[in-house]
């Protein structure tokens, strides 16, 4: 065997977008589809042993909301698999609001930085 040659581990990542509670599917973020609700979605990832899970809330930033405490802790009390979360992170404060509320992560993007 060649010891220079690394084997990833292949992963399974799903990204789950949120939007007002629901879980939906859309096409280039418009005209939504409703595709279920988190607790269901959640258990649904659990039972299948996912690596890790990614909600994004695909509203947060276009509507200016802030970051959904309350989804935060139901999300983190469900899930057994590490839970990042975007969406409507705006400073390292909403950072830390993720991270004392359940996340392992959080995905942010070039707003961000600005």
């Known amino acids: 065997m060649n010891k220079s040659k690394t084997f990833l581990k292949k992963r399974i990542i ?7 509670y629901e879980i939906v599917k859309s096409l280039k973020f418009k005209d939504y589809r409703l595709f279920g609700n988190l607790e269901q979605t959640i258990s649904v990832f659990n039972s299948r042993n996912v690596d ?3 909600i994004l ?3 947060a930033s276009k509507k200016k909301i802030s970051i959904n405490t ?3 802790k139901i999300l983190s009390q469900e899930s057994i698999m590490p839970l990042t979360y975007g969406g409507g992170i705006k400073s390292s404060k909403d950072i830390e609001v993720c991270l004392k509320n359940g996340c392992d992560k959080v995905s942010i993007n070039t707003k961000f930085f600005r």
């Open 57 to 59: 809330d695909i509203d």
């Open 52 to 54: 890790e899970i990614i």
């Open 14 to 20: 799903p990204v789950i977008l949120y939007s007002n």
């Open 70 to 72: 309350e989804v935060l």
